[in-house]
């Protein structure tokens, strides 16, 4: 099944979960997909409106309204979120963010062609395309996957199979095609090899 196999019916939510399906399929991992939508240039409520709109049909989502009161460069904020899954990495989340003093919501640049793109690379240009043609705004989608290994006989790993030598491999061939960076990164605890393109980010992390 391919994204433009899906009628146009379909909701958001359901394209993430295929999403979510496809990458464990294609990759063998199991990752939390995202998509935000930052800047967001009508009202909250219209905000409301859409993330029902785009969880229609789908079952198993919980829906949030937050404001937070900053002083900082933003002001207030209001998060109006949906979010499927309760384990810390095996969620999927839509999540809309409007400021007090934002930027103008603006679409980025989309490839002219993506013939030579990876399947997991095709996917997720061609899901940001579906987004903006239904809500005329740009989403960032994130991929995110965690490597943990189970520390005792009661504990659950995540993605155990996975080596750092194969997620390099895996990003390396997603990249392919396309003219996204491949980066690494480490911080105290964590080390993060990624994959950055046009608001999309694909990351794998492992405990050090």
Same mark, same amino acid.
């Given at each position: ?14 394209? !993430? ?10 990759? /063998?991992?199991? +990752?939390?997909?995202?998509?935000? =939508? ?8 219209? +905000?409301? !409106?859409?993330? &029902?709109?785009? =969880? %229609? ?10 404001? =937070?009161?900053? %002083?900082?460069?933003? /002001? $207030? ?7 499927? /899954? ?7 989340? @839509? @999540? ?24 997991? +690379?095709?996917? !997720? ?7 903006? &043609? ?6 960032? @989608?994130?991929?995110? +996957? ?8 009661? &504990?659950?790993?995540?993605?155990? $199979? ?7 491999? =895996? ?20 080390? &993060?090899?990624?994959?950055? /393109?046009?608001?999309?980010? @694909? ?6």
């Amino acid at each position: 099944m391919t994204l433009d196999s899906f009628p146009p019916t379909v909701s958001v939510a359901r394209y !993430l979960e295929y999403l979510k399906e496809l990458i464990k399929n294609e990759l /063998g991992l199991d +990752a939390e997909i995202s998509l935000k =939508i930052h800047s967001w240039p009508s009202t909250n409520r219209v +905000a409301q !409106l859409v993330i &029902s709109d785009m =969880i %229609e049909g789908s079952k198993n989502w919980t829906t949030k309204n937050e404001i =937070i009161d900053d %002083e900082g460069a933003f /002001g $207030s904020m209001t998060f109006t979120s949906a979010k499927k /899954g309760s384990n810390k990495y095996h969620y999927s989340e @839509i @999540i809309i963010y409007k400021s007090e003093r934002q930027t103008k919501h603006r679409l980025g640049t989309l490839p002219r062609s993506t013939k030579k793109y990876n399947p997991i +690379a095709n996917a !997720l240009v061609e899901f940001r395309k579906i987004v903006r &043609s239904l809500y005329g705004v740009d989403p960032r @989608i994130g991929v995110q +996957a965690k490597v943990q290994k189970s520390r005792s006989l009661f &504990s659950t790993g995540f993605n155990e $199979s996975i080596t750092k030598e194969t997620a390099k491999e =895996i990003l390396c061939t997603i990249c392919k095609g396309t003219n996204w960076k491949y980066i690494e990164s480490t911080s105290r605890f964590t080390e &993060s090899l990624e994959v950055h /393109g046009p608001n999309i980010e @694909i990351g794998i992390s492992f405990d050090i």
